[in-house]
């Protein structure tokens, strides 16, 4: 079983700052991508950022020059600063990570998709 713990949420003012950390635990052989994702009441989830096992990294223009995704593979953590924080930031994050839990797969199904369990995020004065 693999776990993603999310952490860093809370109520903060406009321009302020947040840290979000993911750390995935359980059977993990690799985590390949990691991202972040969030869902605004009344809206659909949508991506914030990714990035790869080569630390390559995708914004969505919303939160470009903003927000900054990072990894730790030695602790299995990603992370996601926050600065210049702005209402429209509010809403639930969510982590996750495409992880392959055993050395041994001889397809081309060997990983797939965990999720946190979501964490909230609410910019207000």
């Known amino acids: 079983q693999v776990q993603l713990v999310e952490s860093g949420g809370g109520l903060v003012q406009p321009g302020g700052s947040l840290r979000l950390s993911c750390t995935a635990s359980?059977?993990?052989?690799?985590?390949?991508?990691m991202g972040w994702y969030r869902q605004a009441p009344g809206k659909r989830r949508e991506l914030v950022a990714d990035?790869?096992?080569?630390?390559?990294?995708n914004y969505a223009d919303s939160v470009k020059g903003r927000f900054t995704i990072s990894r730790d593979n030695t602790k299995n953590t990603v992370y996601l600063q926050m600065n210049s924080l702005k209402p429209e930031d509010t809403a639930v994050y969510y982590c996750?990570?495409?992880?392959?839990?055993?050395?041994?797969?001889?397809?081309?199904?060997?990983?797939?998709?965990?999720w946190g369990q979501g964490t909230q995020v609410t910019v207000s004065s």
């Open positions: 996750n990570a495409d992880i392959q839990q055993y050395s041994y797969c001889p397809g081309s199904g060997c990983s797939r998709d965990f």
């Open positions: 359980g059977i993990i052989y690799n985590i390949n991508a």
């Open positions: 990035i790869t096992s080569g630390s390559s990294t």
